[in-house]
């Protein structure tokens, strides 16, 4: 599927989400290009990986390519996993949205996730 058709399919698969996802959807290859703004980010969860030897023992979502080589990341706080249902391993493989502002990340783009409302299971086709 081409990049113009997957982003149609997920603004499509976006268009039936209730009123609280007003922000803008954005496909997580494109994340980059809204630094510091607030966005919803769609895409498969490539990988998962829990830093539990890293201050704050994150648990980076990664998507939008495989990594090391993806484009975006969702960053859970190592206080905040026990929260997640489904966890966030059970995430890889999985189409997801994840919402609030992105940030930069050396040359890839990141949300810092808050809650376990910010993950969103997606069905995008």
């Excluded at 997920?10 to 290859?29: G, K, T």
């Excluded at 940030?103 to 809650?115: C, G, H, L, P, Y």
Aim: charge should be positive; charged fraction near 25%; proline fraction near 6%.
């Amino acid at each position: 599927m081409n990049r113009l058709t997957k982003t149609l399919s997920l603004m499509a698969a976006l268009a039936a989400a209730p009123a609280a996802f007003a922000q803008e959807a954005v496909p997580a290859e494109q994340a980059v290009r809204f630094i510091g703004k607030d966005v919803m980010v769609c895409g498969k969860v490539e990988k998962t990986r829990w830093a539990q030897n890293t201050e704050g023992e994150p648990t980076f979502l990664y998507m939008g390519g495989m990594f090391p080589r993806h484009t975006f990341s969702a960053r859970i706080p190592g206080d905040q996993r026990g929260k997640f249902k489904p966890t966030p391993e059970e995430l890889e493989g999985r189409d997801v949205c994840v919402i609030g502002t992105v940030q930069r990340d050396a040359s890839r783009a990141e949300i810092a996730v808050t809650s376990p409302a910010n993950i969103k299971l997606a069905n995008l086709k």
